[in-house]
């Protein structure tokens, strides 16, 4: 199964920016990346994806290392809305599949 | 625009009974999957459906089956219930059928809770 690894908790402060890690070491070619978030007592939702290049939507911008072995999601401003789980997805580019690990609880505060 | 729902919201059975769980998919949507996603884990891919066929399935046993309807709303329906499979089943709908490379992302339901006792 595809493999990344986050850390299981983070916590920031409100208007601050957060930086969500995600180790993705053994990653081909062909995998994109993707973000889900899952919010307290609701399904997961998308956030953003990617493959080789920086990619910005609304909700948050993502960071893909030079050599893909890790990448990071940006929040630029956090509110207490975007305490959720966050799961960082690898997808073979022909399946339509998610393979959810256990994601990052981000906690934030006043 | 509709987004997807599920039905029951939350459904207590007993061992060795058998449960039908319900998803409407969100309007121009003809791609359904389902996830079980047990209490502090992330949900795990059941199988999914594209244009009422399985197009796909997780590591899960026979017992767990589903349908797709022509109006694209699916069903999943598991026989035999363990106390394993207590959890949350999330269904999600999308577009599927796109050019090789094109992903359109998943829209996931609020969920129905599965207790068996």
């Known amino acids: 199964d595809a493999k990344t690894t986050q850390p299981n908790s983070m916590e920031s402060n409100e208007e601050e920016p957060v930086h969500l890690p995600c180790n993705h070491s053994?990653?081909?070619?062909?995998?994109?990346i993707h973000w889900y978030r899952q919010l307290p007592s609701q399904g997961p939702e998308y956030v953003i994806h990617g493959l080789t290049s920086n990619v910005n939507n609304r909700m948050a911008s993502l960071a893909i290392a030079e050599d893909r072995k890790s990448s990071t999601l940006i929040l630029h401003r956090a509110t207490l809305r975007d305490a959720a789980v966050y799961y960082c997805i690898r997808r073979t580019g022909t399946a339509s599949k998610l393979t959810f690990g256990t994601g990052t609880r981000l906690q934030v505060t006043l | 625009e509709t987004g997807v729902t599920q039905s029951p919201t939350h459904l207590i059975k007993t061992r060795g009974q058998q449960v039908t769980l319900r998803c409407s998919s969100q309007s121009g949507h003809n791609t359904v999957s389902w996830y079980q996603q047990a209490l502090g884990q992330g949900p795990q891919f059941i199988f999914q459906?594209?244009?009422?066929?399985?197009?796909g399935r997780g590591n899960f046993p026979p017992r767990f089956s589903g349908l797709q309807f022509p109006n694209y709303s699916s069903e999943l329906n598991v026989n035999a219930l363990e106390l394993d499979d207590s959890a949350l089943y999330l269904c999600a709908s999308s577009l599927g059928g796109s050019p090789l490379g094109t992903y359109n992302e998943q829209f996931f339901g609020p969920g129905t809770r599965l207790t068996v006792l």
């Open positions: 459906y594209y244009r009422e066929e399985e197009n």
């Open positions: 053994t990653i081909s070619g062909t995998d994109y």
